[in-house]
């Protein structure tokens, strides 16, 4: 069963930094472009950040761009969202995606893979 799970959400001051981790299991990364997405209480959910198979391309929206690195280690089947700068604004549920066929990167139907999610609060 291909599953993906993500860690790494909590409670964090303004300014302050996380890293969020999507681990697969029941598949092999390396051949899936793989992203993050969030959407916070009465808002759309957007697009964050995105990474094609082999690593060589990435988009960043432009609310996070600067901020936030995403990275992905085979080694580990592993995909890490590195967040510093933290804002009230990045408040929200983070998911972990996965897709074969994607034409269009951080666009949510592109990916067919989606994680449960994880909280993420910046709050003083």
């Known amino acids: 069963q291909l599953q993906l799970v993500e860690s790494g959400g909590g409670l964090v001051q303004p300014g302050g930094s996380l890293r969020l981790s999507c681990t697969a299991s029941?598949?092999?990364?390396?051949?899936?472009?793989m992203g993050w997405f969030r959407q916070a209480p009465g808002k759309e959910r957007e697009g964050v950040s995105c990474?094609?198979?082999?690593?060589?391309?990435?988009f960043y929206a432009g609310s996070v761009k600067g901020r936030f690195t995403i990275s992905r280690d085979y080694t580990k089947n592993t995909v890490y969202l590195q967040m510093n700068g933290l804002k009230p604004e990045d408040t929200a549920i983070y998911y972990c995606?996965?897709?074969?066929?994607?034409?269009?990167?951080?666009?949510?139907?592109?990916?067919?893979?989606w994680g449960q999610g994880t909280q993420v609060i910046v709050s003083s």
């Open positions: 995606v996965g897709g074969t066929f994607v034409h269009e990167m951080c666009v949510d139907w592109e990916y067919d893979y």
């Open positions: 029941g598949f092999t990364l390396e051949d899936y472009e």
């Open positions: 990474i094609s198979s082999r690593g060589d391309s990435t």
